[in-house]
């Protein structure tokens, strides 16, 4: 049996702070102590830096500079290796809307990296599309965007258990029994791209929606209709409990405020951190720099996120996780706690890995993140494996 203690760590747990010694055993957390007497246990001295869970991020395309949509596990592997080392420990692979045998190969490339991966975790694959709306289609190709009355979805789900969850436009012909299609799979249904009114979207909750994809990106929000006002995509994600919420906190595709909006109105364990990262995040990029996805839509690198070529939408963030909880704690006034949560703890949660990932708890696995009072990152562990010391 191999036992690993980080000493000396202030260990982020769900509801608190606590200074001690954390106990690893065969890959799985054993115990926090005040003091230990081990023998033949490997040491490691945190010296009074934050150790947290690892960083789950269900919502991001690529990074490193591979991508998701690729058609091949080695680029899946090293897109998931990119962010690993970076902190985030468990990882959704997420697909754009492309023609159906693009997506199809895809999820087969994500499902055969995950068969033999085993530097950090690879979760599943989420599916962003293709039953999205044309009106909210923001970076996603709408020659790619179709309806399940037109191209039946039952192939698509049907590929992989290991489908987590699949992002849609419930107002689209076919949209609610989409949901009802998804979710009686056990995979979860994510309202996306979307133009629904508010009160559709309260009504799919009863078609098995229960989530909402980077709320505020590419969805409704209320508008004046002649004399009166319609609220929208936004406004159920934020009041409805039955929907867990998304937000891209890179600080670019929201702003301060609408973060701290989001989190009063949801909590930390209903409203969870996405990078919605390309193939370009987890990497170093130049300003000005234009690039091609996966998808064939020209892209550029500039204030700090990908826009499309023609500067008419943001294409995506280049974000980690670790750059989420920096920009939670240090500039939108929220609890290394909650940020920390709302980027580990909620995520794996919501996707059903709830019950051993997320949580430094006794019979989890060991995915751990070691950093300091900006979020840098010194240490990654996987399952109890050491893959990046700098402390």
Known sequence: MSTTVYKNANIVLYDRIRKGNLIVKDGKIAEIVDRFDIKDAETVDVKGLYLAPGFVDIHVHGGGGYSAMSGNPEDIKNMCKAHAVRGTTSILP??????????????????????????????????????????????????????????????????????????????????????????????????????????????????????????????????????????????????????????????????????????????????????????????????????????????????????????????????TCADLVRNMYKKCDISLVDSVKMASTTPARVVGFGHRKGLIKANYDADLVIFDDDVNIKAVVTNGNIIVNKI
Request: glycine share 8%; with cysteine; charged share 20%.
């Open 94 to 319: 997420t697909t754009l809307a492309a023609p159906m045998p693009k997506i199809v190969a895809a999820v087969e490339a994500i499902k055969k990296a995950a068969e033999d991966y085993t530097f950090s975790n690879i979760l599943g694959a989420h599916l962003e599309g293709p039953y999205l709306s044309l009106e909210m289609k923001g970076a996603q190709s709408p020659e790619n965007i179709i309806n399940p009355v037109d191209v039946s979805p039952t192939e698509l789900l049907d590929l992989w258990k290991g489908i987590r969850m699949v992002g849609a436009a419930p107002e689209i012909p076919g949209g609610m029994e989409l949901g009802k299609e998804i979710s009686k799979r056990g995979i979860v249904a994510s309202v996306a791209h979307s133009n629904a009114t508010y009160e559709i979207v309260d009504k799919a909750l009863d078609y098995g929606y229960s989530d909402i994809t980077h709320i505020y990106s590419a969805c409704s929000s209320v508008i004046k209709v002649n004399l009166f006002r319609v609220a929208g995509v936004v406004e159920a994600g934020l009041s409805l409990d039955g929907y867990t919420t998304q937000f891209i906190a890179d600080l670019r595709h929201l702003p301060v405020g609408l973060i701290k909006l989001i989190y009063k109105a949801k909590g930390p364990d209903r409203a969870y951190a996405i990078t919605d990262g390309l193939e370009f995040s987890a990497s170093d990029m130049k300003e000005g720099e234009i690039y091609t996805q996966e998808n064939d839509l020209a892209v550029v690198y500039e204030d700090g996120v990908m826009k499309l070529a023609d500067r008419s939408s943001l294409a995506g963030s280049v974000a």
